[in-house]
């Protein structure tokens, strides 16, 4: 079965940092591009970044530009997203997610055929 699993969720002050990390199980991703996306309460799902399985390619949101960083060593390793300066309104549950290279635009939602259950992000004022 395969398995994406977020961790590195937590509370942090606004202007603080934390790490996400994305790994897989159950298959290697390794023509996968990657993305991360939020969802904040009342709100819909979110792109937040995604990186193609090369890694050559790499696409942020506008809200985040500047303050995260999104990276894979390999298609095999976890991917991860680093986070700085957060601010309140980046409080959500944050989701990676997995799509064929060949399939559509990176900020699209439904071009991912897999996802991981989440992890809770919380910034405090």
């Known amino acids: 079965q395969v398995q994406l699993v977020e961790s590195g969720g937590g509370l942090v002050q606004a202007g603080g940092s934390l790490r996400l990390s994305c790994a897989a199980s159950?298959?290697?991703?390794?023509?996968?591009?990657m993305g991360w996306f939020r969802q904040a309460p009342g709100k819909e799902r979110e792109f937040v970044a995604g990186?193609?399985?090369?890694?050559?390619?790499?696409y942020y949101a506008d809200s985040v530009k500047g303050r995260f960083t999104v990276s894979r060593d390999n298609a095999k390793t976890p991917v991860y997203l680093q986070m700085n300066s957060l601010k309140p309104e980046d409080t959500a549950v944050y989701y990676c997610?997995?799509?064929?290279?060949?399939?559509?635009?990176?900020?699209?939602?439904?071009?991912?055929?897999?996802w991981g259950q989440g992890t809770q992000v919380i910034v405090s004022s």
């Open positions: 159950g298959r290697t991703f390794s023509s996968y591009d």
């Open positions: 997610a997995a799509k064929s290279t060949y399939i559509g635009s990176s900020y699209n939602a439904q071009n991912y055929g897999y």
């Open positions: 990186i193609t399985w090369s890694g050559v390619n790499i």
